[in-house]
């Protein structure tokens, strides 16, 4: 998700959102659209893990599968990415309504990811770490 995101959207990081910051200032140094969009990124991120907990807590407490609907609505999310991207892309101003719709829903999703993880499945390896301690053999 991370290289898609990176690739198709003037450099957003979607599912390691503090390396937005990194591109924020080499965007800034270079002149290259995509600044607001990944600024924007981090409390994106950060809202959604909010809403995510709550919306587990809530649907728990209804004795739904709040792991089920999570899941359900991060491939959703992805679904409604890809074809954002497929309809209004290539984007080459990465601060377009376009891109940052696209960049966020993105975002949202990988932060559904990260919050489900952490709430149904924290006995399991992360599926989000893209770098860390190695597993040994």
């Given amino acids: 998700m991370d ?3 990176f690739l198709a959207i003037q450099g957003l990081f979607t599912a390691h ?11 800034l140094i ?5 600044v607001l969009t990944k ?7 950060c809202i959604v893990v909010l809403f995510t907990r709550l919306a587990s807590f809530h649907l728990s407490r209804r004795s739904w599968s709040s792991l089920d609907m999570l899941l359900g609505l991060k491939i959703s999310l992805l679904i409604a990415a890809a074809v954002m991207a497929i309809l209004w892309g290539p984007f ?5 309504g376009a891109a940052m719709v696209a960049g966020m829903t993105l975002v ?3 932060a559904i990811q990260n919050a489900v993880h952490r709430i149904h499945l924290g006995a399991s ?6 770098t860390g301690p190695r597993l040994r053999s």
């Fill in 92 to 96: 080459t101003d990465g601060d377009s």
């Fill in 39 to 45: 600024v924007l990124a981090l409390p994106v991120f």
């Fill in 17 to 27: 959102v503090t390396g937005n910051f990194v591109t924020v200032g080499a965007a």
């Fill in 30 to 34: 270079n002149g290259t659209s995509g």
């Fill in 125 to 130: 390896p992360p599926s989000t770490l893209m």
């Fill in 108 to 110: 949202s999703a990988m």
């Fill in 3 to 5: 290289t898609a995101g």
